[in-house]
């Protein structure tokens, strides 16, 4: 190959600086075609990448997995608390006789609960004074809550 001194001083000159898209002393194997090829990039590096993406992508799902399954196990240790406090459990349930207003002790007409017992505890009282319900405590503890008529507003377990 003849080449003058000029460009196989700039060639030293680039291969200092870490330019290696062409090697002086390799100077009869061809100029790389790509960017892939000048960096050295084979198919077993390839492959080797492809194996490292597969690893990668193996612990994003297991980390996606462990938190999924630590919010499961989270939900499952509040749920007794949503349960007791729900509609559909029998003791707060309004199809429950115990939480009717056909009960006695729920009722509009027990002197307990009436508006003009002025010493009563379940009666509700707005700031005026006036009464907008009242409030009869429940056998497995909280309370149930009715309006003036009787009718069931809404219930506590506390």
Do not use: C
């Not at 700039?10 to 960096?39: C, D, M, S, V």
């Not at 949503?82 to 729920?106: L, R």
């Not at 508006?115 to 005026?128: A, F, G, P, W």
């Not at 319900?133 to 069931?152: C, Q």
Request: hydrophobic residues 25%; aromatic residues 14%.
């Amino acid at each position: 190959m003849n080449v003058n001194k000029k460009t196989i001083k700039i060639w030293e000159k680039n291969l200092k600086q870490g330019y290696r898209f062409f090697q002086p002393h390799n100077a009869y194997k061809p100029l790389p075609r790509t960017l892939r090829e000048a960096y050295g990039y084979n198919a077993y590096q390839e492959i080797k990448d492809t194996e490292l993406n597969i690893k990668e992508t193996t612990k994003a799902y297991v980390a996606t997995l462990i938190i999924a399954l630590l919010a499961i196990a989270i939900s499952f240790a509040h749920a007794d608390d949503y349960w007791e406090s729900s509609p559909y459990n029998w003791k707060n349930s309004v199809n429950n006789w115990d939480n009717t207003e056909h009960n006695w002790d729920n009722s509009p007409n027990n002197w307990k609960n009436s508006t003009n017992n002025y010493d009563s505890t379940t009666v509700i009282r707005n700031n005026k004074g006036k009464a907008t319900g009242y409030s009869v405590p429940k056998k497995g503890g909280g309370y149930n809550h009715y309006d003036l008529e009787g009718n069931r507003t809404g219930y506590t377990n506390e």
